[in-house]
């Protein structure tokens, strides 16, 4: 069985972690927080000191890190320690031309390596429930497809190197330009003196149906549950989706696309972290709409 070994072990690496130790993999965790390693010891973590330790006799090394600039960090001091071909995984979300150059980076050491961020969130990491939308090569992806199958119910090799992030940009542009208008309809139907929960029982099953209404309704009461039932509280936050925006905003700037939607969800989202808001669910945004 493949020796695993697994960087950043916070809310979402953390649990992946335990969904391999589950599977009886053999897991060696690094984070610059030891309480994260500490808290996964008694799950049957193996502890790594520093990077080198990860670098020792591992057949794949996963990373699960807040964003680009730190994953190339950790790439950097960790890349000529190898001595065989392991392969390099990313799943955290950064950006489209930063994947690619980690890519390159890996291409000259001769290690393979996959880009493989995640949709699914908290929840889905704990239940194993996560998508993976992979770029990279064939090899690799096969290599890895096992231990996708254990975090995620879901994976997808989108294309080259790159094309995996470039994946998870479009969906969460879509994502959040979608509640934006989720958010308005509902406050106009307010405006206009509707009934919310009728106005969610014609829209979820008439052709403006769509999952930030069907699933993930923003309307307290309205719907499934949802972050709305709990004072917002994420779910998938605001800071993260300004994050995932500002990712899609490089991406359109890049490639010069005509996305006036997804830059004005930029906007929005950025004013409301600017209020201090950004530790709310992103579905939150409705509060926000200008
Ligand atoms: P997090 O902040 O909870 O975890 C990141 C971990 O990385 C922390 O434990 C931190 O201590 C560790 N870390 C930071 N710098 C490090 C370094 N140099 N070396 C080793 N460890 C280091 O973040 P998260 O919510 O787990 O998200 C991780 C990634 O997944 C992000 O890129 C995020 O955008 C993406 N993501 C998150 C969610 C979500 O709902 N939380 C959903 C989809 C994708």
């Known amino acids: 069985m493949k020796k695993i070994g697994f960087i950043g072990l916070g809310n979402m690496g953390a649990k992946m972690t335990m969904n391999l130790l589950k599977a009886n993999y053999e897991v060696i965790g690094y984070d610059i927080n030891k309480e994260f390693v500490k808290n996964l010891l008694p799950k049957g973590l193996k502890p790594a000191n520093n990077l080198s330790d990860i670098a020792e006799d591992t057949d794949i090394v ?166 709305a039932d709990n004072d917002f509280r994420p779910g998938f936050s605001s800071d993260l989706m300004l994050k995932d925006l500002t990712i899609a905003l490089k991406a359109i700037e890049s490639t010069n696309t005509s996305a006036p939607f997804g830059k004005n969800s930029q906007e929005n989202y950025k004013r409301m972290v600017n209020e201090n808001q950004g530790s709310l669910d992103f579905s939150a945004i409705i509060k926000f709409n200008k």
């Not at 239940?127 to 939308?133: D, G, H, K, P, V």
């Not at 992979?134 to 890895?144: F, I, L, R, S, W």
């Not at 470039?166 to 009934?195: P, R, Y």
Request: glycine share 12%; charged share 20%; aromatic share 6%.
């Open 62 to 227: 996963i990373t699960m890190l807040p964003n680009g600039d730190i994953v190339e960090e950790v790439y950097d001091n960790i890349i000529d320690k190898f001595t065989r071909g392991t392969l390099f995984v990313d799943c955290s979300t950064i950006e489209v031309d930063k994947a690619r150059e980690l890519h390159k980076k890996c291409e000259d050491k001769k290690i393979l390596s996959l880009d493989a961020p995640v949709s699914g969130g908290v929840g889905g990491a704990e239940q194993a429930t996560l998508t993976f939308m992979v770029g990279g090569t064939e090899n690799a992806y096969k290599m890895m497809l096992p231990l996708f199958e254990v975090m995620g119910k879901k994976s997808l090799l989108c294309g080259s190197s790159g094309l995996g992030q470039a994946t998870k940009a479009c969906n969460n542009m879509l994502l959040a330009t979608t509640m934006i208008g989720v958010g308005e309809a509902f406050s106009l139907g307010q405006n206009l003196g509707l009934d919310p929960k009728k106005l969610f029982e014609i829209l979820s099953t008439s052709t403006g149906s769509c999952w930030a209404i069907n699933s993930y309704c923003p309307i307290k009461g309205v719907g499934p549950t949802s972050p």
